[in-house]
């Protein structure tokens, strides 16, 4: 065993017991060898042990006090930072330090409850950021063989001669290319969710017409709506004003949008421009099932379906288009909002500021 050792308490205590018994032994030195004489006329005040016993009491005295008043000041909060410390050694970062006095060592204390709440807190985030590594894999796995297996099962079929028919043949090309242009898709939200969470994201900004951009993009989705059994509404004209945005993203955002709103109406999907305290609204809203308002707060969350095993086998997707909307909305200084009410259909609504 290692032999006990004197604390740093222990120390400064004996320090100043020692202080009182020299000054007791040398106060009682100078009286017992001087001449110091005691008349019958010497009052009490003047009486030369009077001054000795009260010299003593006074330093007496003034070493307890000393001693309480380091002890409350100086070991009090190092003993609540070596508690702390221990907790912290042993995994415990939900442990405060309990001393906050108004002085130097209260803000040292304060400042090292600051780290621990800041390595807490760092810890969490990284927990986190794992998990949702974790799933990121489990969902690329689960949507890139999906897509990928219904793919080789149609070249094998071609390969193997089953299609004899020219219309059938058309048909397995076709949705080859389908499930292609949608792993396509999945690729470029999750290379854009990775590079958000690692910060390397950016944006190629220009000021551009909404109304051209939005006719140019749904110009095109009108024809794929053409062989689709929802009807895709779109109140014309579009607001022709000018926006700052990524015209790529831009359109990444409304592919994203559009697409989810496909997967959930019933028939029809209508789109809105307006300007509210300039400020340019896109609402597109889909006439489906709607949104529980217990989870309409999660829509916007990584990864999340309001039923997932449901939504995955019937619908697609890894629960990253909406995160990625959110995400690439606010990069350009914009919102997304979303109002809903089960059996009513979604409106998710857009907003970016005008740039005039």
Not at 101 to 117: H, L, P, S, T
């Amino acid at each position: 065993m290692k032999p006990d050792k004197f604390t740093l308490r222990g120390l400064i205590i004996i320090f100043m017991l020692g202080m009182i018994l020299i000054t007791t032994g040398l106060m009682m030195y100078l009286f017992l060898n001087f001449d110091i004489r005691i008349s019958e006329h010497t009052t009490l005040i003047i009486n030369p042990y009077l001054w000795l016993a009260l010299f003593m009491v006074i330093i007496i005295v003034f070493y307890m006090i000393l001693v309480l008043l380091i002890n409350k000041y100086i070991f009090d909060p190092i003993l609540a930072m070596r508690r702390a410390a221990e907790h912290i050694k042993s995994g415990n970062l939900n442990y405060p330090i309990q001393y906050a006095a108004d002085n130097e060592i209260g803000d040292f204390c304060i400042e090292f409850d600051k780290m621990r709440v800041r390595l807490r807190d760092t810890i969490l985030e990284q927990h986190e950021i794992e998990k949702r590594r974790k799933r990121l894999i489990a969902s690329i796995t689960h949507d890139l063989r999906t897509p990928l297996t219904s793919i080789k099962g149609y070249v094998e079929a071609i390969q193997d001669g089953i299609v004899k028919d020219q219309e059938t043949y058309e048909k397995y090309l076709s949705t080859i290319a389908e499930k292609a242009d949608y792993l396509n898709h999945l690729i470029d939200d999750l290379s854009v969710y990775t590079k958000q969470e690692l910060g390397e994201f950016s944006l190629n900004l220009e000021r551009v017409n909404s109304g051209k951009i939005l006719l140019s993009y749904f110009d095109h989705k009108v024809d794929e709506f053409k062989y689709s059994n929802i009807h895709l509404i779109l109140y014309k004209p579009f607001i022709s004003t000018f926006i700052n945005v990524d015209p790529y993203r831009f359109n990444q955002i409304l592919e994203n949008l559009i697409s989810n709103a496909k997967k959930y109406a019933h028939m029809k999907i209508e789109v809105r421009t307006k300007v509210v305290n300039y400020h340019l609204q896109i609402a597109i809203k889909d006439d489906g099932d709607g949104i529980p308002q217990d989870v309409l707060a999660s829509i916007f969350d990584p990864f999340f379906m309001v039923n997932k095993v449901k939504d995955q086998k019937e619908k697609g997707g890894s629960g990253l288009g909406l995160a990625i909307v959110k995400q690439l909305t606010e990069r350009h200084d914009g919102k997304i909002t979303v109002e809903s009410n089960v059996g009513e259909g979604t409106t998710f609504i857009l907003d970016f500021p005008l740039d005039i």
